[in-house]
């Protein structure tokens, strides 16, 4: 198994739990936390889930496409279009992190209402804008898939 593949699998077993926590964390919002947070703190709360949310189908698509690009014959081009599968693989990593620190600190933030974990969402929201960019940059560079 390539590299690529194997990191697509990490990125897409991430998802997976992300997106099993990003529904929990949602229906905890709904039903837990409605009625025992401010509201302010329970917009907070939601934010961090709806960013969440987005970044893992992001986080999908990061490892779908490592999964189904294989690396080319040996050629010139086929070292263009690992350059761009490595590409989104650090988009993939991107985003984890940003979900960590951006939806993380958020739901810290909410829950605690701690003011410290309020400066580590702008490092996690630009882990996004990050990732996107790399993402964006990247997926010019893959080869056709032919399924």
Not at 83 to 110: D, E, Q
């Amino acid at each position: 198994m390539s590299i690529s593949k194997c990191r697509g699998q990490k990125i897409l077993a991430f998802a997976g739990f992300s997106g099993l926590v990003t529904v929990a964390l949602g229906a905890f919002a709904a039903h837990g936390l409605s009625h025992r947070l401010p509201e302010y703190l329970l917009g907070v709360f939601k934010t961090g889930v709806q960013y969440q949310a987005w970044h893992t189908f992001a986080l999908l698509t990061c490892g779908i496409i490592l999964m189904i690009t294989a690396p080319s014959s040996a050629s010139q081009s086929a070292e263009y279009s690992d350059k761009g599968r490595k590409g989104v693989a650090y988009a993939g990593i991107c985003f984890i992190i940003g979900i960590l620190c951006f939806s993380g600190s958020l739901y810290a933030l909410a829950l605690t209402g701690i003011k410290w974990f309020g400066p580590i969402t702008p490092l996690g929201g630009v882990f996004f804008m990050l990732g996107w960019i790399i993402f964006a940059l990247s997926v010019l560079r893959l080869n056709k898939v032919t399924l």
